[in-house]
């Protein structure tokens, strides 16, 4: 069965970084596109950033510059650097991402738990 599995949250000042990392485990023939959302109090869960299986990489208006995704597919590890981070980053972020299994003709829909991102004033 395939996993999406985030860590690297947590509480942090404004200013300060963190950088998220999601692990894709399972018998896995291939991986889509992979993003990062996020949802906040009381809001809707948005796209933060998104990664094409050959590197292309968009960001919503709100972290670029700040906000760097990667992903190294020989890991099957998808990363979030976060800079200069601000309160209204804070969120659940959530790993997402379409994985055909080795098993199966076509590709499935997954998300990650998420973790926590707290940032204080």
């Known amino acids: 069965q395939v996993q999406l599995v ?3 949250g947590g509480l942090v000042q404004a ?6 990392s999601c692990v894709a485990s399972g018998l896995i023939f291939s991986i889509n596109d992979m993003n990062w959302y996020r949802q906040a109090p009381g809001k809707q869960r948005e796209l933060v950033a998104r990664i094409t299986n050959g590197g292309t990489t968009n960001y919503t208006d709100s972290v670029k510059g700040r906000f760097t995704i990667s992903r190294d597919n020989a890991k099957n590890t998808l990363y979030l650097q976060m800079n200069s981070l601000k309160p209204e980053d804070t969120g659940v ?8 299994e080795a098993w199966r003709k076509y590709e499935r829909n997954y998300w990650g738990q998420g973790t926590q991102v707290t940032v204080s004033s």
């Open 6 to 8: 985030e860590s690297g």
């Open 93 to 100: 972020y959530y790993c997402n991402t379409k994985i055909r």
């Open 15 to 20: 200013g300060g970084s963190l950088r998220l």
